[in-house]
Nanobody
Framework: QVQLVESGGGLVQAGGSLRLSCVAS????????MGWYRQAPGKQRELVAITRSGQTIYAVSVKGRFTISRDSARNTVDLQMNSLKPEDSAVYYCHAEFGMPVTNYWGQGTQVTVSS
């Protein structure tokens, strides 16, 4: 059974930094893609950053402030978040894709709160 477990969320002041980590277990092969999504209250879940086949995509709102890093061999993915803004507050979810057809996996989420 594949599980994704996030860590590193918390409360930080605007302008501060946090690092999120995600570790996958229950799989012996590399995922097609790994990344991070977020969902704020009353809003839809949105892509933050994802890496797939050596390419990385960032949401426009986080580009230049967030950096995703992935270890394909270990099936881990981190998200370094700098210059945080109150609008970055959300539950952040680790996401992974595997196989063809694709199976999607989600972590349980970790809360990030940025105070102004």
């Amino acid at each position: 059974q594949v599980q994704l477990v996030e860590s590193g969320g918390g409360l930080v002041q605007a302008g501060g930094s946090l690092r999120l980590s995600c570790v996958a277990s229950g799989i012996r092969f590399s995922f097609n893609a790994m990344g991070w999504y977020r969902q704020a209250p009353g809003k839809q879940r949105e892509l933050v950053a994802i890496t797939r086949s050596g390419q990385t995509i960032y949401a426009v709102s986080v580009k230049g402030r967030f950096t995703i890093s992935r270890d394909s061999a270990r099936n881990t993915v981190d998200l370094q978040m700098n210059s945080l803004k109150p609008e970055d507050s959300a539950v952040y979810y680790c996401h992974a894709e595997f196989g063809m057809p694709v199976t999607n996996y989600w972590g349980q989420g970790t809360q990030v709160t940025v105070s102004s």
